[in-house]
């Protein structure tokens, strides 16, 4: 089962600035289904814990379980001055709750940026691990604040990896592609080459 080995058992930590001055430890557990998050303070001389976040509240799932990654990324999402963490396919507020979820699941790689410079704040790309054709897309840009669905290729299975970067001069923001191979799309999602 997926809870098995690392997927479970595996701890990812990163420091977040969830107030917005001082770093707080913010460590992960679970990955492919149960996941919980606790931020940890040390001020003055002590150690405490702000809060903790679980996707399956008494052991209940919820749309957020099994929406992690391999990697969890810290970044002031809706422009408060304070951290949020994007982990996969869901969205952590500073606070320690929920702010969304996709319901895409599980992927690999994951990218948080300033995508498409023409739409105020951050976007997240990402690619799927389950990608049906349908449901589930292969790759998708999302708005990191609200989650809201930028655009998304349709693909099927297992789309294990891809990028963001800005490599193409003549077209405004970063480009986006993937290892499904259909080519590499504008931040808007126009395909602009093979």
Known sequence: ????????????WSVAYLDGVNPS????KGIYH???????NFRDGKLAK???????????ATNYTGSGYHNFIVGDVDGDGKDEIMYG?????????????????????????????????????????GANGSTIPGLSLRNASSGAIQWKLNADGDIGRCM???????????????????????????????
């Open 34 to 40: 149960r996941i919980k998050l606790e931020a940890w």
């Open 164 to 194: 963001t970067a800005d490599i193409d001069e003549t077209s405004k923001g970063y480009e986006m592609w993937g290892s499904e191979g259909s080519g590499i799309y504008s931040s808007t999602g126009k395909l602009i080459s093979t």
């Open 1 to 12: 089962d997926g809870q098995l080995s690392h997927r479970a058992e595996k701890c990812m």
């Open 50 to 60: 702000q809060w903790a976040y679980d996707t399956d509240p008494s052991g209940v």
């Open 25 to 28: 430890f913010v460590i992960s």
């Open 89 to 129: 396919s869901m969205g952590v507020d500073e606070n320690g709750k929920g702010l969304y979820s996709t319901g895409f699941g599980h992927g690999d790689a994951q990218h948080l940026a300033d995508i498409n410079p023409d739409i105020k704040g951050l976007e997240h790309f990402a690619c799927l691990e």
